[in-house]
């Protein structure tokens, strides 16, 4: 952790002391520079093994975490992924290894699922997602983010 030197500096026999101590800064900002920033990179994928049918994959991630880029307290919610894949399929332990890095993301939840929606669009160029990202109550109030992607006629 950073630490800042204390105003109060004190010279005794030719000796200047300085009082060091922790600096908290914007808890979500500092946080998120000592975290990879989230990729794409990250994810790992492989050959859909029946790309002549259309069938559907849905992963389910209960433990998402994020920060609240206003108050820097956790946000935490259930991500929902239900895509049909064209010729790549996401392995998910590199899923899981990505949406780890927003752990200490200070991000809207709007944001941040839109940002990984286009991230797994990238990577993984599927026929049709759709991604529900379920947020735990705040002051009374849960969230649900859907966002869906369907890939054009002429790039299929």
Partial sequence: MADAVDSKSTARKGISVQVRGPVF??????????????????????????????????????????????????????????YIPDKWCIELKSLKLYLQTFRNEGIFYESVTNKILDDFISKVQPREITLAASFTPRGGISTIVTVTYVKPQSEQ
Avoid: W
């Fill in 25 to 82: 800064p914007n808890h979500a900002v500092f946080r998120s520079f000592l975290m990879a920033i989230p990729s794409n990179e990250t994810f790992e994928i492989f050959p859909n093994p029946a790309p002549q049918r259309d069938y559907t994959i849905e992963i389910v991630c209960p433990e998402f975490t994020s920060v609240c880029p206003k108050t820097g307290q956790p946000d935490f919610g259930t991500l929902t992924f239900q």
